[in-house]
């Protein structure tokens, strides 16, 4: 009895992980950031590469701060993620090869339709904040060290406005992903720095939207780096260099602008080859 | 309201229409959560049992421990078998990170205190009854394990299902474990966490009805089979 039961037991776990097919082809695992994963953006695109080389890509969507993390803990072989300042200490640090553009959108401030702070159409983003910090309106931060955070911060320190003091008061950190910290918006009414992208596929609006946007501080750039195979013996070096060379490609760049999300182009292509 | 009716109808649609991706998902989260429930009850199961039945210097302490860690905080679960999963920690050579069996060995972790300790209770109210009985056989401790186990089995799968139930609801372990990767390591809990950040309440409460739904059907099925045992063999 108690051997059929271990018997029972050793082919649950040979045949069952094997019979959700996926483990037998090759992958890469890409730790990358929840906008690019809620813009919907790599159910678009991997899928194509797949298709043209069998290598599924397993993507991680988590803050780019975390996505950092875990590729230095050779947990990831693909880093893709928006923070260039980060993204290059990466491959200074020997974690990465080399960093190459992949594509840009920009972030955008929402806030509620009444703009109580009155920053609808202001195009300088420092002004905007000053206005939002002396309204006293609600403001949600992603508070995660994400890209997205890490950008909010250096815009507030731009702006002269030291934020830390005020977290609890009109600061509000959620100290979770860009959709939770949209639904905290939209159940506040509060301001909110967002990425277009997660912007445009975000279901939960509520009474907010986009009220400034075309600051080229706001401009968000997404790079791609392959970890480095010499710090972490394991990692997939050339699985993972296929991908990094496929997405700088010409057809990939081109399949990046082709994607739009209720009919507005949601990434712009930046890599240098194309 | 409106969230309420469309959560129903995305529940109704996701369920009738068969959705091979919700069925994939179903899939691997009974995988998932079974197969753990069936770890921790090889190793909850007699573990409770014995601190039952034996008396042993800091027999007290871990009756005491096993009763607190019945509410370990998933996320603590989780963050500690990622540690120890991650390439940088010390099982990292296996590269079990963000696989389905790294979300089992968490779950396991999470639920063995629960059916060891409930086991325990059980085990310890049955040898209460029936030590005179047993003993006058000459059944001591460890001979009374086995009868004793068998004798309390309608009793034990409560506890294998209130186990069965933690790791079926649970989102925090199965998220840092497994990363909810798309078609790798996505149960229901971490599909639900997914599309409330997108912002889609409705999808994401349709995949909670649905949830629940699981939960009862097991429950339900478990409840006729032990239903159908106890009047067998009473």
């Avoid at chain 1, 875990?70 to 290059?88: M, T, W």
């Avoid at chain 2, 509410?71 to 590269?95: E, I, K, N, T």
């Avoid at chain 2, 474990?177 to 999808?203: C, F, P, Q």
């Avoid at chain 2, 349709?206 to 949830?211: E, K, P, R």
């Amino acid at each position: 009895m108690i051997r059929r039961i271990f018997l029972l037991l050793a082919l649950i776990l040979i045949a069952a992980p094997a019979s959700w097919a996926t483990d037998n082809a090759p992958f890469i695992t890409v730790a990358s950031t929840t906008s690019t994963k809620n813009s919907g953006l790599y159910d678009y695109l991997l899928p194509h590469f797949t298709s043209e080389t069998g290598i599924e890509v397993r993507v991680l969507a988590v803050g780019t701060g975390q996505a950092i993390r875990v590729a230095k803990s050779g947990d990831a072989d693909v880093l893709l993620v928006h923070h260039k300042k980060s993204e290059l200490a990466f491959v200074a640090g020997g974690y990465g090869v080399e960093r190459f553009d992949v594509m840009y959108n920009d972030f955008v401030i929402v806030g509620p339709k009444t703009d109580p702070a009155a920053i609808k159409g202001i195009t300088d983003v420092s002004v905007a904040l000053n206005q939002i910090a002396s309204s006293g309106t609600p403001f949600t931060s992603r508070g995660d060290d994400s890209g997205t955070h890490k950008k909010e911060l250096s815009l507030w320190a731009e702006a002269g406005i030291d934020v830390v003091s005020q977290s609890g008061a009109w600061y509000r950190e959620t100290g979770s992903g860009m959709g939770a910290t949209l639904n905290t918006a939209s159940g506040m009414n509060a301001y909110a720095l967002t990425d277009r992208s997660t912007w445009l596929k975000f279901a939960n609006k509520g009474d907010l939207a986009i009220l400034v946007e075309g600051d080229e501080r706001m401009f968000n750039p997404y790079g791609i780096i392959l970890v480095n195979p010499e710090r972490h013996a394991h990692i997939k070096a050339e699985l993972g260099q296929r991908f990094v060379d496929w997405i700088i490609s010409a057809p990939a760049q081109a399949l990046i602008n082709a994607y739009t999300i209720n009919g507005v182009q949601a990434f712009f292509a930046s890599a240098a080859a194309s | 309201m409106t969230d309420f009716s469309a959560a129903i109808g995305s529940a109704l649609s996701l369920v009738i229409g068969f959705d091979p991706v919700l069925v994939e998902i179903i899939g691997l989260s009974l995988y998932v959560s079974l197969t753990a429930v069936l770890f921790a009850a090889i190793i909850g199961l007699p573990l409770g049992a014995a601190v039952a039945l034996f008396s042993f210097p800091g027999r007290t302490v871990i009756t005491v421990l096993l009763n607190a860690l019945m509410g370990l905080p998933p996320v603590v679960v989780g963050l500690v078998v990622y540690l120890l999963l991650s390439r940088a920690g010390p099982f990292g050579v296996l590269g079990l990170l963000f696989s389905p069996t790294a979300m089992i060995i968490a779950q396991t972790v999470l639920i063995t205190p629960i059916i060891a300790a409930l086991t325990r209770q059980v085990i310890e109210d049955l040898w209460a009854e029936y030590e005179d009985l047993l003993r006058s056989f000459g059944a001591g401790p460890l001979r009374a394990l086995p009868t004793l186990i068998w004798d309390g089995r309608f009793s034990l799968v409560t506890a294998v299902l209130a186990g069965f139930g933690r790791a079926s609801a649970e989102v925090g372990a199965v998220m840092i474990v497994g990363g909810n990767i798309d078609h790798v390591t996505r149960v229901m809990t971490t599909a639900i966490a997914l599309e409330v950040s997108k912002g889609d309440l409705a999808l994401a409460l349709g995949l909670g009805i649905v949830l629940i739904l699981l939960s009862v059907g097991i429950n339900g099925a478990v409840f006729v089979v032990r239903r159908m045992a106890e009047q067998r063999y009473g």
